[in-house]
């Protein structure tokens, strides 16, 4: 017969989790219910961080709308769909495309492509990339966020 997995109360893997890796109390792990977190997101085009992973962060955006025409310097950018549906346009040089993006639908934009998310309806989007990233990337504009809710 194969091995079986010992059940452990959650509480109890947590502070074997906190002892093993010396967390403190403060720094309990917690879990993230993501279609209940887009709840707390008021408006579109304001990320919020919904986790910290090494040196990423985990963003979950609405978004409505078009987006600015932005590009992150050395910095790899990937979006998976949550719920609905947008374009993520591209231009480089004189070339411009589009890639339709459906729910479940996963994109890495690599470092330096300019590139413009465009949604005709609300669509939920779950971000990763460095953290600190600017989401408007090159640019400063109204869609700037320089200080990023955490969930």
């Known amino acids: 017969m194969g091995a079986r997995l010992q059940q452990i109360p959650d509480q109890q893997r947590v502070i074997s989790c906190r002892a093993a890796s010396g967390m403190t109390q403060g720094e309990d ?3 993230l219910n993501i279609p209940a977190a887009f709840d707390r997101i008021p408006e579109p085009w304001s990320p919020h961080i919904a986790a910290r992973v090494n040196n990423q962060e985990v ?35 004189d070339e411009q495309w589009d890639v339709a993006m459906e729910e479940g639908d996963m994109i890495v934009v690599p470092a330096n492509v300019e590139h413009m998310p465009v949604a005709e309806d609300e669509c939920w ?7 600190g990233t600017l989401n408007t990337g090159d640019k400063v504009t109204d869609k700037t966020k320089t200080e990023l809710p955490v969930l």
Not at 61 to 88: C, N, P, Q
Request: aromatic residues 14%.
């Open 59 to 93: 963003r979950l955006a609405k978004i409505h709308g078009s987006f600015d025409w932005h590009h992150h310097d050395g910095v790899d950018e990937l979006f998976f769909v949550v719920k609905g549906r947008y374009v993520m346009r591209f231009r480089a040089k």
């Open 125 to 131: 989007i779950l971000m990763v990339e460095d953290a």
């Open 29 to 31: 792990m917690k879990k």
